[in-house]
């Protein structure tokens, strides 16, 4: 059962990153136990198996929309247990925020799931990774594909302007099981457009198209199915990829990533990197 604790579970409006201005309004009090612990602000159950929750910002990070850092929480025996989580707030954000599923018997997320406001969390503050516009050649338009959790890098860079100054088109290919998973992406990609501040640089750039493995929906099976079968650029109106104009970042399972970079390899696309731009960038869905 989905249970919303905060109302609104996203922040679109691009304020610039002011590190004193974080705790301004909240209610929470925040009284640090240890030097890498964050406050939880707020957090959200999309459904019986994934959530999302803020957390305050160390005054110390900065970061590129898209990456990712090691969070967690303390064991019994008082250490760390941290897994990587892909930052799902963009850049300019005061807060950080996650997006994760919970695993029943996950060592971390069993546990993560019953966070809440006020809670502290663990953040190691050196973020990394690959899914980074920087990453990337210029061109014309974006392709952003995942699977399950691995919409949250995604998330932050669907709210950074910076994507939209860089591409003409943007589009979040998101495949999960039911509709219900899709809850999160859906919420984002259609607060988007409407947002008073980021909307007008969204404005019709962005394009939203999910689909359903295991319950019917309007696109149904794995994108990597439409990508081959060209259902993709045919319902989207947008034509196949090519490397002068196409760029693609893979987020999720590695069966995921392994099909969609084959499918970019075939139509002539190569594998970037923060050292060496190229047409796409891969990173694996971080899992409990
Ligand atoms: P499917 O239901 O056909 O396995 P999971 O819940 O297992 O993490 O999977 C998340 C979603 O990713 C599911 O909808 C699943 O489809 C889909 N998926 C799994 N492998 C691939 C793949 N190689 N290409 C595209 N989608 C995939």
């Not at 590695?254 to 594998?271: H, P, T």
Request: aromatic share 8%.
């Amino acid at each position: 059962m989905e249970r919303r604790i905060n109302s609104k579970p996203f922040s679109l409006k691009p304020r610039p990153y002011r590190p004193n201005a974080t705790k301004a309004n909240m209610n929470i009090q925040v009284v640090k136990t240890r030097p890498d612990a964050q406050t939880v602000t707020s957090v959200t159950h999309w459904s019986e198996t994934l959530f999302s929750f803020r957390v305050s910002r160390p005054q110390s990070l900065r970061f590129r929309s898209g990456e990712f850092v090691m969070i967690g929480l303390l064991k019994d025996d008082g250490k760390p247990l941290l897994r990587a989580y892909s930052i799902a707030s963009p850049s300019w954000d005061e807060e950080l925020e996650f997006y994760s599923i919970k695993v029943p018997d996950g060592p971390l997320t069993s546990r993560l799931q019953k966070i809440e406001a006020g809670d502290e969390i663990i953040l190691r503050p050196k973020p990394v990774g690959t899914l980074v516009l920087d990453a990337l050649l210029p061109g014309k338009r974006l392709w952003m594909i995942c699977t399950g959790t691995g919409v949250a890098p995604f998330a932050s860079l669907l709210r950074d302007p910076e994507t939209y100054e860089a591409y003409d088109q943007v589009v979040l290919a998101h495949t999960c099981r039911t509709k219900q998973e899709l809850a999160y992406g859906a919420a984002l990609t259609s607060a988007l457009p409407n947002d008073p501040l980021i909307g007008e640089l969204v404005g019709d750039k962005l394009r939203y198209y999910p689909t359903t493995t295991r319950e019917p929906s309007q696109n149904e099976g794995r994108i990597s199915d439409h990508i081959r079968t060209n259902q993709v650029f045919e319902t989207l109106g947008l034509p196949l990829w090519t490397p002068a104009e196409d760029r693609v970042m893979v987020c999720g399972s590695m069966a995921l990533n392994k099909d969609i970079m084959s499918l970019c390899e075939a139509r002539g696309l190569n594998e970037g990197a923060n050292s060496k731009p190229a047409e796409f960038v891969v990173e694996k869905a971080f899992v409990d």
